[in-house]
């Protein structure tokens, strides 16, 4: 029996493509204030910020996938370390009536755009508990993230082929 409200397993069978977040959860965090409270005085410069950003995604079953987006930021450089911060944000999402080819697409650029701005909060609200000013993060393109994966990959190919 289906559920009329769209609640069931196989509602969406057979019709619109569908991309459902079914749980969202913090997977790993760490936030580091090496040199408080000395780290946390007026500044002679403004600190040099690093953040790397990853995307990861495992199928978990024919229609779901997990997909969790991995960021390391860092604030100051050396001995003068203000923070390190350390996060995985992850989410379970499930993909309807999506033909193939379009698959991998969603799943690394459409479920952590969904994903992002929970991270970004997360960041924000811990720089700011840290004692510091709120980092707030840029938008991603994970777009442009997807397609440097891929031209890195096609190189990687491409030497193991040589």
């Known amino acids: ?5 769209g609640n069931g397993a196989n509602a969406n069978q057979g019709g619109a493509p569908a991309l459902n977040a079914l749980v969202q959860y913090l997977k790993d965090f760490s936030f580091e204030n090496p040199n408080a409270p000395n780290s946390l005085g ?6 040099n910020i690093s953040i790397q950003v990853n995307v990861n995604a ?29 996060l995985e944000y992850g989410g379970v999402f499930r993909l309807l009536n999506i033909p193939q080819e379009q698959i991998h697409p969603i799943v ?4 952590p755009r969904l994903l992002f701005p ?22 991603i393109d994970f777009v442009a993230l997807y397609q440097q994966k891929a031209a890195e990959a096609a190189s990687q190919q491409g030497t193991a082929q040589a």
């Open 1 to 5: 029996m289906s559920d009329a409200n």
């Open 42 to 47: 007026p500044q002679e410069k403004a600190p």
């Open 58 to 86: 495992k199928q978990l079953a024919q229609t779901d996938f997990e997909v969790s987006l991995t960021l390391d930021a860092q604030a100051g450089e050396g001995t003068g370390v203000l923070f390190k911060l350390d």
């Open 108 to 111: 690394m650029i459409e479920c």
């Open 118 to 139: 929970f991270v970004r909060q997360i960041v924000a609200d811990a720089t700011r508990d840290g004692g510091f000013p709120p980092l707030y993060i840029d938008p």
